[in-house]
């Protein structure tokens, strides 16, 4: 499982004291060849953290060896000494692994603004080069995580290669991409470009329509590994597939792991115009904070989704409001402008529920994924630096 | 003070029954001329309920002589029958004060969906007439209430005329336009369309710059009655000033209102490019969740502030990040591109909080007010319809 399933990938995960908690904190993921293919997916935040800055150069050249990740801080908004101390880092692993300071891609996640004690990162990584082994993925998981409750691991096996991953992120996942780190792994041999290509493709439909609280990190980074170890040339559609497959399965484990959440909704805005408008439609109704109040208190109080997509401008998205139709949880609960019989008997007891719009002016289809807003919410979030 | 503050105005507040609760839920503004200039500035949401439909068509006419407005039930996604019931209340209002139905303007507030329990309502109106008085403009505020804890009413006198005004609103205050319905009189004589450019003046510095949950409401209403009893012509820019100083007034009595809110925060960002960028740099931290909680934590987690400000196109707010300055409760927490000493020990425990940003990047500026995500909000909207 996670990303030492497929074949000439290590990886450790252990506690190097960055965290108060004495919890596991750093991780690294190492290729070992025979090819080193690597492609990454990084946050448009413009305050992006320092090693955003640096894997982004290293995923330019499209070849790294290994990847170093701390939870326990994020390097965000440090100015030059962050930069100065992500480089470092990259440079420690180096010389732990044997590679070149440029073969290494470099992840961090935690509070913003707070500088790294490079000291206990140092002496982290040694222990952690120290630790890796062939069926270290699961302890990688477990070390980047931050409010997360459980590790995220993922893999598939198809067409003679095998794809594996790990996610961490439980909130601040936002319309753009979620805040998350993911590692993911493949034995199949691929281009530097269509590793590229696949990656972007997977992201697109599963940790990019996930909407937890509309916010967007500075930190999200989603990185590929590929060496050819399987001795498989994958074809592009083959990598897609299963990368889709793998990023899906964390996206959905992070959701249902999201900081106080107690339902998962399924928002699927069908009839659409074109995939943007479908997609505009349906993040309009995740990101209501309203709405998601509502589904926390059992209460369908569906108002609240036609007001929300009472919201997007007509050119945005195209619809007839008397031709729109809503069901919550296979209900019919709005149709031709007017309340459906049923509409406030809904049952919202189960932890899963689906909203279903159609808005019969196209044939676009698309669903986001969000949680609802609860107490618990409120209370991770608003004691998390403190 | 309030609607009835200027000559030539009556209101009164009535309960009819729509609430289950027996609190005041029909209100009645009359104008007594001799003028009956009217303008209105409505809600761009395009489920908007039917009494907007109906209230913007007289609106075009210029001319009103009575608004008739009820909580309890918002007459919204009411299809047909809903604007049926919209167009009875104008019917009824105006056999009531002796005037066209076309000269009537409607407003409701309350639950999305919902039709209206006719027989009640027009039983109150003929009530709420009879109770019509020039001293009732307190109790108008009162029965337009919904979770409102305390009406909101503002009068100003000033060169000759006297301004007055109510509102009601306490959540799904949004980025377009708060949910809300305010009615402001005036007995100063105006055209049609000084009326109409001094209300969307006022209205875009005060109600469009509250920002309480991101979301926006089917229902918003804004009107302005002038009926030139005073005898005093008002210039535009008296008219506008004294129209955006009451606007102003409830907006912060909204503000200080908002469900659940423990805190009242106001995000100014000066040095940017531009009034739309100003506004924007403004919008995207005060609709920032896990700002917002964080503010309600007591935690000074200005990391959120900057990641919030990084999710800005560049070509929408332009600003060189090593140059963004930003201050909590006026000490500097972040500059250079890098966290400033202080930082984490703001003090957060006074109901206001003040956060400056400075973009560095030109001369706008803009203040965005909104307030924190608390447990109560959660509470009170998660259990809203039910």
Request: aromatic share 4%.
């Amino acid at each position: 499982m996670s990303v030492t399933a497929p074949a000439g990938f290590t990886a450790s995960g252990i506690t190097a004291g960055i965290k108060d908690s004495g919890k596991p904190d750093l991780a690294l993921v190492v290729n070992t060849g025979p090819e080193f293919v690597a492609a990454a997916v990084t946050t448009p935040n413009r305050f992006c953290a320092a090693p955003v800055y640096l894997t982004r150069e290293v995923a330019e050249g499209g070849r790294a060896k290994a990847v170093v990740l701390n939870s326990g801080g994020a390097n965000a908004c440090t100015g030059e000494r962050g930069m100065d101390d992500a480089y470092a880092m990259a440079e420690q692993t180096a010389a732990q692994v044997g590679c070149e300071p440029g073969e290494v891609m470099v992840c961090s996640t935690g509070l913003i603004g707070a500088f790294l004690l490079m000291d206990i990162v140092t002496a982290g990584i040694a222990q952690a080069a120290y630790a890796l082994s062939d069926s270290g993925g699961e302890d990688a998981a477990v070390a980047i995580m931050t409010t997360d409750t459980v590790p995220k691991t993922a893999q598939v096996s198809t067409a003679g290669f095998t794809v594996g991953g790990m996610s961490k992120g439980a909130g601040m996942l936002n319309p753009a991409m979620a805040t998350m780190l993911a590692v993911i792994t493949t034995d199949a041999a691929v281009s530097v470009e269509v590793a590229q290509r696949a990656l972007q493709a997977g992201v697109a439909v599963s940790f990019n329509r996930m909407d937890s609280d509309g916010c967007q990190s500075t930190n999200d980074t989603v990185i590929l590994l590929a060496n050819g170890a399987s001795g498989v040339s994958a074809s592009e559609a083959d990598l897609t597939a299963a990368v889709t497959e793998v990023c899906t399965s964390l996206t959905k484990q992070m959701l249902a792991d999201a900081e106080g959440a107690s339902h998962t909704i399924a928002v699927t805005v069908s009839g659409a115009a074109s995939e943007a408008a479908a997609e505009a439609a349906a993040r309009t109704v995740t990101s209501s904070n309203l709405f998601k109040a509502a589904i926390f208190g059992g209460d369908p109080n569906w108002g609240r989704i036609l007001s929300a997509l009472g919201t997007l401008p007509e050119d945005e998205c195209p619809y007839d409001r008397e031709a729109v139709s809503v069901a919550m949880n296979g209900t019919p609960i709005f149709a031709g402008g007017a309340p459906q019989d049923g509409a406030s008997s809904v049952d919202l007891s189960a932890h899963d529920v689906t909203v279903d719009i159609d808005l019969a002016a196209g044939e676009a289809c698309v669903t986001v994924w969000t949680n609802d807003l609860t107490h618990d919410y409120v209370e991770e979030n608003s004691a998390y630096s403190t």
